[in-house]
Nanobody, 119 residues
Framework: QVQLVESGGGLVQAGGSLRLSCAAS????????MGWYRQAPGKQRELVAT???????NYADSVKGRFTISRDNAKNTVYLEMNSLKPEDTSVYYC?????????????WGQGTQVTVSS
């Protein structure tokens, strides 16, 4: 079991920056992949960025060059640095953890944090 708590959301003007944090209830060292997803009203949840246990990253095309995902294993925390924010980045941002134990796979989600970008 992994509990995830996001923080760092808020209201920012277009062109501004925010850093989201996701604190896990256990060591993230062995969690296979952690990531950030977002969901705007009336839309499906979409991938923003992921990072594997060995530091490989993947980004949605819409955020490449503007967002950076990182992990601090010592603090059991994953970050999402968001720069050059646009109004279309407005969403609830969710942290996720994907864990493989033996032949079983587990997905965990946080409660989400609201990011609002004003034009």
């Amino acid at each position: 079991q992994v509990q995830l708590v996001e923080s760092g959301g808020g209201l920012v003007q277009a062109g501004g920056s925010l850093r989201l944090s996701c604190a896990a209830s256990r060591s993230i060292f062995s969690i296979n992949r952690m990531g950030w997803y977002r969901q705007a009203p009336g839309k499906q949840r979409e991938l923003v960025a992921t990072i594997t246990s060995i530091g490989l990253t993947n980004y949605a095309d819409s955020v490449k060059g503007r967002f950076t995902i990182s992990r601090d294993n010592a603090k059991n925390t994953v970050y999402l640095e968001m720069n050059s924010l646009k109004p279309e980045d407005t969403s609830v941002y969710y942290c996720s953890a994907y864990l493989i134990l033996g032949v079983s796979e587990y997905n965990y989600w946080g409660q989400g944090t609201q990011v609002t970008v004003s034009s």
